[in-house]
Nanobody, 116 residues
Framework: QVQLVESGGGSVQAGGSLRLSCAAS????????MGWFRQAPGKEREFVAS????????YYADSVKGRFIISRDNAKNTVYLQMNSLKPEDTALYYC?????????WGQGTQVTVSS
């Protein structure tokens, strides 16, 4: 079983930055694809970014491309999401998830609020 715990959320003004962390326990995640998702009030959960375990290829939603950076430290079993140039529309509950073939493991989320 994999446990994922997100941290680093908070409130920030537009244009600011935050760095989210997702710490995993229960299993080494070096072979897992790790993803970040978000859900804003009244909206469906949406994909933000992902990073593969092998090779470290990264993928981003168009809405965050050029502003967010996903990275991982396999030695620490931790994944990060550096969020720059934040916009009010980035306000959401951010989740990390782990996948071998599908996203089977999810954290509880960390809230990000961006004010204009």
């Amino acid at each position: 079983q994999v446990q994922l715990v997100e941290s680093g959320g908070g409130s920030v003004q537009a244009g600011g930055s935050l760095r989210l962390s997702c710490a995993a326990s229960g299993r080494t995640l070096s072979t897992y694809t790790m993803g970040w998702f978000r859900q804003a009030p009244g909206k469906e959960r949406e994909f933000v970014a992902s990073i593969k375990g092998s090779g470290g290829s990264t993928y981003y939603a168009d809405s965050v491309k050029g502003r967010f950076i996903i990275s991982r430290d396999n030695a620490k079993n931790t994944v990060y999401l550096q969020m720059n140039s934040l916009k009010p529309e980035d306000t959401a509950l951010y989740y990390c998830a782990a996948a071998l073939f599908s996203y089977d493991y999810w954290g509880q989320g960390t809230q990000v609020t961006v004010s204009s």
